[in-house]
């Protein structure tokens, strides 16, 4: 069984997804069970703090700015800093739901576009794009336009090696 206090090993779940940042750490998200870093100095896993009420991250993202996301499945995005303290280090960004005035809460796929360095965010109602303004908080951008002939119904985003961005639906 699973000895919380035992770093060497992760918890007994499903593995939402696997990451390897910037800097060659590998980030694992387990489904309801947390977000974990592979300590490669003492081989065992940095456990970290509960995100959100359901505690699921669902994707974990890296963008040129080295500011880390997390994409939750039931709660949310958010702002994620490592080396800040269990209170500060998850800042949740409030997302409105495409069609409707409540938040969204299900976010599954991420990436950043070459171009103009967009952090794409895809979710059940559709798909959000984010830049940074020059005072280095975030903004909104409106990209409705792109998908007027489309459903919405989306379940992937992907950049190719050669920066191209790739929509699956």
Same mark, same amino acid.
């Given at each position: ?5 035992? %770093?060497?090993? !992760? ?5 939402? #997804?696997? +990451?390897?940042?910037?800097?060659? /750490?590998?980030?694992?998200?387990? $489904?309801?069970?947390? !977000?974990?870093?592979?300590? *490669? ?17 669902? @994707?974990?993202?890296?963008? *040129?700015? %080295?500011?880390? $996301? ?13 080396? %800040?303290?269990?209170?500060? =280090? ?7 739901? *495409? ?14 576009? /070459?171009?103009?360095?967009?952090? $794409?965010? =895809? ?7 984010? &830049? +940074?303004?020059?005072?280095?908080? !975030? @903004? &909104?951008?409106?990209? #409705? ?13 992907? *950049? ?5 961005? $790739?929509?699956?639906?």
């Amino acid at each position: 069984t699973y000895d919380s206090n035992d %770093k060497t090993y !992760l918890p007994n779940g499903g593995i939402n #997804s696997i +990451y390897e940042d910037s800097y060659g /750490d590998v980030w694992i998200s387990l $489904w309801k069970l947390g !977000l974990h870093k592979f300590d *490669k100095d003492n081989n065992s896993f940095i456990h970290f703090p509960r995100i959100g009420s359901m505690n699921n991250p669902f @994707r974990v993202f890296q963008d *040129k700015q %080295k500011q880390f $996301w997390i994409c939750t499945w039931g709660d949310g995005v958010y702002l994620f800093n490592p080396n %800040k303290n269990a209170e500060s =280090m998850y800042t949740r960004l409030e997302i409105s739901n *495409k069609g409707q005035n409540s938040p969204e809460e299900t976010f599954y796929s991420i990436t950043q576009d /070459d171009s103009a360095n967009y952090i $794409w965010l =895809m979710s059940f109602s559709g798909l959000f794009a984010f &830049e +940074y303004a020059e005072n280095g908080t !975030l @903004r &909104e951008v409106d990209v #409705s336009h792109l998908f007027k002939g489309s459903n919405n119904i989306f379940s992937e985003i992907s *950049k190719s090696r050669e920066g191209n961005l $790739w929509i699956a639906t």
